[in-house]
């Protein structure tokens, strides 16, 4: 199983320039995730969605865009690079937990993205 | 969500036991007890989680002290692999999006 897949691994953006962060799951999950993790703190969320055709905005929003056409996919936009989001990006899935309490989310292996 | 606090760093020897201690005074009757575990250069897994009872599955086992306010995250023989960042994480289970808040959780260190 393929899991949480993510692409690219690293990526170098000027500022200004824009680029989408690509994330897609294959084990049929409602919920889709996207995080960001700068280095020695712990992961913030920054947009999620509950399903396809609804998003919804995390702790970090500004300065990013999703969309989730597909149950499949969600990928990540951000617009006008700025140095503040050189980060770590991680997307994860989870069953909604209308499945039961305590659905795990799963996480891909992260895109480590550098603004320059 | 209700906050915890973990130790910043712990170190263990190979093939001791691990007690791996989180704080949440202000945990909620809905408030489920989850754990997460960041290797390095990786995306976090889930190790476990819980209510009111303690746990166990292959990973690991989690201790929750009768008021639940406390818990301990139990790596019954510490290896190599399990050198990593350990998260523990309340998550209100009525609310619908699975959201969870990650802190900086506890770095941990096996010693060969």
């Known amino acids: 199983n393929a899991g949480v897949t993510q692409t690219p691994k690293f990526r170098i953006l000027k500022i200004g320039q824009s680029m989408t962060l690509q994330c897609a799951q294959d084990?049929?999950?409602?919920?889709m995730y996207w995080y960001r993790q700068d280095p020695g703190m712990g992961l913030k969320l920054i947009y999620y969605s509950v399903g396809a055709g609804i998003t919804d905005k995390g702790e970090v929003p500004n300065g990013y865009n999703v969309s989730r056409s597909t149950t499949e996919d969600f990928p990540l936009r951000l617009e006008l690079a700025a140095p503040s989001q050189t980060s770590v990006y991680f997307c994860a899935s989870s069953y909604s937990i209308a499945r039961g309490p305590g659905q795990p989310q799963h996480f891909g292996d992260g895109t480590r993205l550098s603004i320059l | 969500d209700a906050k915890t606090t973990q130790p910043n760093s712990m170190e263990s020897n190979e093939e001791e036991p691990v007690h791996l201690p989180c704080n949440h005074s202000?945990?909620?009757?809905?408030?489920?007890i989850h754990w997460y575990r960041q290797l390095p250069s990786q995306g976090p897994e889930y190790v476990i989680h819980g209510l009111t009872s303690n746990v166990n599955n292959r990973m690991a086992s989690l201790a929750i002290a009768e008021d639940r306010k406390s818990s301990t995250l139990i790596l019954h023989r510490a290896t190599l692999r399990d050198a990593a960042v350990y998260y523990c994480i309340l998550r209100d289970e009525e609310t619908g999006a699975n959201n969870l808040f990650f802190g900086t959780g506890t770095r941990l260190t096996v010693i060969p």
């Open positions: 084990m049929n999950h409602n919920y």
């Open positions: 202000t945990i909620s009757g809905t408030d489920y």
